[in-house]
């Protein structure tokens, strides 16, 4: 073979490492041969509870329909969110999972002409779909983990097309309030999209968190993004929505596929979002476990990062990887995150209660035999 075809790749593609998932379940168990049962996974932010059973009915309910395409408009799933979010339809762009938004925003709007500006240690897919179109990422550098705003305005330029913010933000929990997110998009030129991430929003139970949906009409230049991934449990089915002015969800239309969430995720979707009992629990379930681990990193003389989403991100003291290593071996699954720059933490998703203290368990074993 002669051809390099990594080489004939875009110049921005050629640069990118994939995305680095939490390891399955069940590639742990092939490795290190432990039953699927025994390993517990805290490692994707996903919803230890389990999916609402209305969910589950509603995609029963749907399945004999699998020949037909999806709805393409999702008129359904649309409509229900309207009137919860108390926005019209044509300001909904649903994705297959929010990541789908991320990228059609980026892709409608952003060439290789352009700069996007996002900060350090946030979400993993800002820099792969800026550069996946080719455009320059500005990194600004964070402080106390979180978002610098200030920074972050005072790095738009004549070349930047987009900004994004995450809040929280993952990997670190932290979180904007209020004045300062108003203080910024009031710094922020119209012609710049600022994309507000606000994936694990509804986990947000604090007055301190803004609500992204509030400033949509003040700024037109805005995009609220959310996920049923999270909260919703719905992980797997890959469905999100973005909320902006209809100019801007027309644009990413053009470029969205034609049936980009499928039939069984928009059923399920929609059954979720009418079950209040569901996020409630999810909610509960996630302010306990997150005093649980507070209350064992305390134990163990730990430091962490103060955190509003549905994992934690617990600072070692010291190089994190070969904890990870070692919990993995023992069937704990959680996420190194020295690839977002913080090799000395772990980021550990907020589990069941039996899940949380045995994560809590073996780490101290690790701790003390490390
Ligand atoms: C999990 C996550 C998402 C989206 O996940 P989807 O499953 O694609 O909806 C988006 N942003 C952040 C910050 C996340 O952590």
Redesign the pocket.
Known sequence: MTCDFLALAQPGVQKLSPYVPGKPVEELAREFGLRPDDIVKLAS?ENPLGPSPMAIAAIQAVLPDMTRYPDGNGFALKQALSQRLGVTPTMITLGN????I?ELITRAFVGPQHEVVFSEHA?A?YPIVTQAVGAQAVVVPATNWGHDLDAMAAAITAKTRLVFV?NP??PTGTWIEKGELERFLARVPEQVIVVL?E??TEYVETTDVPNGLDYLKQYPNLLV?R????AYGL?AL?V?YGICQPAIADAMNRVRQPFNVNSLAQAAALATLEDDAYLAESRRINREGMAQLEAGFTALKLQWIPSRGNFIAVDLGREAAPVFQELLRQGVIVRPVANYGMPDHLRVSIGLPAENQRFLDVLKQVLLNG
């Open positions: 932010n999972g929010s990541n789908d991320l979400f897919v995450a933000n993952n991430d994936a694990y993004s996920t049923f991934s999270k992980a890959r999100g």
